[in-house]
């Protein structure tokens, strides 16, 4: 459901503390850190599936723009 949202509608989702679940494999980087940082300011909880993929400095980077905030699934 929450794919076919804008990345702009999901930082706002984000920065206003609603949680969810997302198939992250078709966003890009960038895109999933500026979440991340919506998700880390609202106190939000979002957890992003298909990273099996992604290189572990790409994790990395958006784990901590998240501060605790993400939780990553295959």
Same mark, same amino acid.
């Given at each position: 459901?929450?794919?076919?949202?804008s990345?702009?509608?999901?930082?706002?989702?984000?920065?206003?503390?609603a949680?969810?679940?997302?198939?992250?494999?078709?966003?890009?980087?960038?895109d999933?850190?500026? +979440?991340?940082?919506? /998700?880390k300011? *609202? &106190?939000?909880r =979002? %957890? !992003?599936?298909?990273?099996?993929?992604?290189p572990?400095?790409e +994790?990395?980077?958006? /784990?901590?723009? *998240? &501060?605790?905030? =993400? %939780? !990553?699934?295959?």
């Open positions: 459901m929450f794919e076919r949202k990345v702009n509608e999901l930082i706002e989702l984000a920065a206003n503390g949680g969810f679940e997302l198939k992250a494999n078709l966003k890009s980087t960038n999933l850190t500026t +979440i991340a940082l919506a /998700a300011r *609202g &106190g939000a =979002i %957890t !992003f599936s298909g990273m099996k993929l992604r572990h400095k +994790i990395m980077q958006i /784990a901590r723009a *998240g &501060g605790g905030n =993400i %939780t !990553f699934t295959d």
